[in-house]
């Protein structure tokens, strides 16, 4: 590709296009070769840094790229705590949050996890085959994620719906999603309401009504706003890891083995499908001040994009960058963020993975795809996989089969 078509192509760049976005790692390999920090004419314009150092570097200095004016483009439609904060008040919302989601904690979540994993198996192990992505992996995260967070099981699918619609539509349907935007605050705004009157609940929200920031109470408007980001961070990434590995496991049978036989642990393994689906592919941030990247001039308010895609493909980090190599080490990729924006849920994704993955590989070991399956990808806040049909050696349900789940409940997160 010409530095020319290389140029064109930056103009036109946008995260959000599924025609892009279906395989865009060639692009990227371009962008990073000869326009490392470019601009696209899309959204208003903005611009694209593509290497890894140059994007950890946006990530981690919140003094010259700022979260607080959001983080996505287009823009949502509302703010989200503490993600759309910057440090220090950032990290006074994080110390609050972080204690639900240690690895100790969400260690507690492991035999819930594989209940509902088993649950959701059973309903079509029997058969032979099943589409893993609407059959097992978009159905398990709303019922571990909502509940954590206290939303009532009635209201659980009902939200689920918002949130993808929320997470897929902003390109093409704004007022919609708006709409649905408004519709999940009314719906959390009565929750937080109900709540208070409610004695104290041993789930997000209740840890969130009981305690403090500054001195004073969590507002109501907090409330909403820290509820929302877990919302979105904790169902599309994670299911677009798990779809994304599973895939790479159907087409890998040695790799299947060698995580089955303990060759590969799972703790290292799970960081190599993180980095190698990055399922967000790049999130915004504001220039605070004049600065210049890779010698090109950002000004002040400018929008930078900084491509978690891209840079963990980066040949100067990660060598074959292109591959997904089980036991990658060290693996230092930005799919969980950098700096004071790490991802808050990372430990509970890491545990949901690795309960998914050796769960499939212990009872529906043989499983395939078939030779023609080419992957199609949905687009929106992550890039993951719209299905992933299989096929496998029908067997019992877990009761049937005389699976023994105290030693699953009983282990340690890997995280």
């Known amino acids: 590709m010409t530095d020319e078509n290389v140029i064109r192509k930056m103009r036109a760049f946008d995260h959000t296009s599924p025609q892009q976005m279906n395989d865009p790692y060639a692009m990227y390999e371009a962008f990073r070769t000869k326009c490392p920090v470019g601009r696209s004419e899309q959204h208003g314009g903005f611009h694209v840094v593509s290497r890894y150092a140059s994007a950890k570097k946006v990530f981690e200095d919140y003094g010259s790229f700022s979260s607080t004016d959001g983080v996505g483009i287009p823009p949502h439609p509302f703010r989200m705590f503490p993600i759309d904060l910057d440090p220090p008040l950032q990290a006074k919302f994080r110390r609050v949050l972080n204690r639900r989601f240690t690895p100790e904690a969400v260690a507690e979540k492991r035999a819930e996890i594989q209940g509902v994993i088993d649950t959701l198996i059973d309903d079509f192990i029997e058969i032979g085959s099943a589409d893993l992505a609407s059959q097992l992996v978009r159905p398990l995260l709303p019922r571990i994620v909502l509940p954590l967070l206290g939303v009532p099981s009635e209201a659980r699918q009902q939200m689920s719906d918002w949130i993808e619609y929320l997470t897929r539509g902003r390109a093409t349907d704004m007022p919609g999603v708006i709409k649905a935007g408004d519709a999940i ?3 959390l705004g009565g929750l937080v309401a109900t709540r208070r009157a409610a004695p104290p609940a041993d789930d997000v929200l209740g840890m969130l009504l ?13 409330i909403l706003r820290t509820l929302l980001i877990i919302l ?18 159907a087409r890998n049978p040695a790799d299947k083995q060698r995580l089955k036989s303990g060759e590969v642990s799972w703790q290292i393994a799970i960081e190599e499908f993180v980095r190698f689906t ?25 929008w930078v994009f900084g491509l978690h895609g891209s840079a963990n493909r980066d040949e100067a980090v990660f060598e074959n960058a292109g591959q997904c190599l089980l036991e990658r080490q060290p693996n230092a990729h930005l799919a969980f963020g950098s700096g004071a924006h790490i991802c808050l849920g990372r430990n509970l994704a890491r545990l949901e993975i690795q309960i998914l993955l050796s769960t499939v590989l212990e009872r529906l070991g043989d499983f395939e795809v078939g030779p023609q399956f080419t992957p199609d990808y949905l687009v929106g806040e992550a890039r993951g996989m719209k299905s992933l049909p299989v096929r496998f050696t029908p067997a019992h349900k877990a009761a049937a089969a005389g699976f023994d789940r105290g030693a699953h409940a009983a282990g340690g997160a890997h995280a």
Do not use: A, C, N
Request: charged share 25%; proline share 3%.
């Open 185 to 187: 605050g009314m719906f």
């Open 210 to 222: 009981e305690s403090q920031i500054d001195g004073r109470p969590f507002t109501d408007d907090e």
């Open 278 to 302: 990055s399922p967000i592919q790049g999130l915004r941030r504001t220039v605070t001040q004049d600065t210049t990247i890779e010698g090109e001039t950002l000004k002040k308010g400018d």
């Open 232 to 249: 979105f961070g904790g169902l599309d990434t994670t299911s677009s890891v798990m779809l994304e590995s599973l895939l790479h496991l």
